[in-house]
């Protein structure tokens, strides 16, 4: 027994008590994260993208949408750089006693907890106090520099405050 195969009998049936309650949503919601799932991180930026130039297009017509317009806009910016960091970061783990190998480490959780739900409303981040301390062994590096990781944790830290501030509610 999977989600599809409930899903396909349920529509093949018609079963009566489908819309008696929350069957049909539970299903739903579970059918669209399987989907969700099964997209690499590409598609999943593809989606994103769309769904923000939509979201700014149409759904902004009071002050708390501009506000989740703002803290996704920023989750969807800061991931891009987050992504780029990832792909750039030399992160040898003897170097400055590991700093930028645990850097990486806690970006990518961030990447893959951006990635875990389309909805925005479900992701969670690394709290930036996480990264407070390691910034402050390397602020001063070179490496901090040439990877540009002062502009990601402004970033960060913006779209994180945000988060704080609950956005959604």
Not at 57 to 78: A, D, M, P, S
Not at 142 to 165: G, N, P, V
């Amino acid at each position: 027994m999977d989600i599809v195969s409930i899903n396909k009998i349920y529509n093949q049936y018609q079963l009566e008590f489908k819309h008696s309650g929350n069957e049909e949503s539970i299903i739903n919601l579970l059918l669209k994260q399987k989907e969700w799932n099964l997209l690499d991180d590409d598609q999943k930026l593809i989606k994103r993208k769309k769904y923000l130039f939509d979201f700014e297009k149409y759904f902004i017509y009071n002050e708390k949408r501009e506000r989740v317009f703002l803290y996704e806009n920023l989750v969807f910016q800061t991931y891009l750089k987050i992504k780029d960091s990832l792909n750039i970061i030399e992160a040898d783990i003897s170097s400055f006693e590991g700093f930028f190998f645990r850097i990486k480490s806690m970006l990518f959780c961030e990447k893959e907890l951006v990635n875990q739900y389309e909805s925005f409303k479900r992701i969670g981040h690394v709290p930036f106090e996480i990264f407070e301390p390691l910034i402050e062994k390397v602020k001063d590096t070179q490496e901090y520099k040439q990877y540009r990781l002062d502009e990601l944790f402004e970033e960060y830290k913006k779209m994180y405050q945000l988060f704080l501030e609950k956005p959604y509610e």
